[in-house]
């Protein structure tokens, strides 16, 4: 597609119930972040993938927290048994494999998805 | 761990008005520097991209300057105008593939 697609765009979701938020990148971007971003704050990380292998997943706060991209491609971020603390923005951004000699490495973020949990 | 602090968190300005928006960085060691403009209910604009070899890049009204050594990049918006109003966000990339967002400059422009 033309820009990175989130959906869905607003979740309400009872406390303990899983759910799951999903992440479409840009054709041809193999890098795909998802970060999280609370009220008046800057986005923070949560993991990364190159391709389907998630290089990075030290942001996830807690077991509950996972993710996959299982074709290289569509990611999927999951939530168990949520709880009131993990309403926020859900946002993903994808860009070109990083490093890459002479290529830009922009990364280009979705519209987030707005995770209440009530 | 890298930090990364915006100032001001706040500012108005009356339109027409030129303006800095400051950022700074705890660890020199980056891959690059970004800028992001966000408006409410809407994802992540990218406004310009540094390189880390880079000094500075303009586009439009835009200019960013990136001084790496002392840990500062600073975003100048020329001749402001009402629909520059957003929240203007730097984003340091380490040489690990991760981002570290500031809290953001939230800019009021008046017409």
């Known amino acids: 597609g033309a820009g990175v697609s989130q959906s869905p765009r607003y979740k309400v979701t009872k406390r303990g119930q899983d759910v799951a938020l999903r992440c479409d990148p840009i054709?041809?971007?193999?890098?795909l972040y998802w970060y999280r971003q609370a009220l008046g704050q800057g986005p923070e990380f949560l993991t990364y993938?190159?391709?389907?292998?998630?290089?990075?997943k030290s942001g996830l706060p807690n077991d509950r927290f996972s993710a996959e991209r299982p074709e290289g491609s569509i990611s999927t971020l999951t939530i168990q048994r949520t709880e009131q603390r993990d309403s926020a923005m859900y946002r993903c951004?994808?860009?070109?494999?990083?490093?890459?000699?002479?290529?830009?490495?922009?990364?280009?973020f979705g519209q987030g998805t707005r995770l209440t949990v009530v | 761990k890298q930090e990364v602090t915006q100032i001001p968190a706040a500012l108005s300005v009356p339109e027409g008005e030129n303006l800095v928006l400051n950022c700074s960085f705890t660890d020199s060691a980056i891959y690059n520097l970004q800028w992001f403009r966000q408006d409410p209910g809407k994802g992540l604009t990218s406004l310009l991209l540094i390189q880390s070899s880079q000094r500075e890049q303009t586009s439009g009204r835009l200019n960013a300057s990136l001084d790496k050594s002392s840990g500062r990049s600073t975003l100048y918006i020329a001749a402001s105008q009402p629909g520059d109003s957003a929240t203007y966000l730097c984003?340091?990339?380490?040489?690990?593939?991760?981002?570290?967002f500031g809290s953001g400059t939230k800019l009021n422009v008046k017409p």
């Open positions: 951004a994808s860009s070109l494999k990083w490093p890459l000699q002479g290529a830009s490495t922009e990364a280009f």
């Open positions: 984003a340091v990339r380490d040489n690990f593939n991760k981002f570290y």
């Open positions: 054709s041809g971007h193999v890098s």
């Open positions: 993938f190159n391709y389907e292998a998630q290089q990075d």
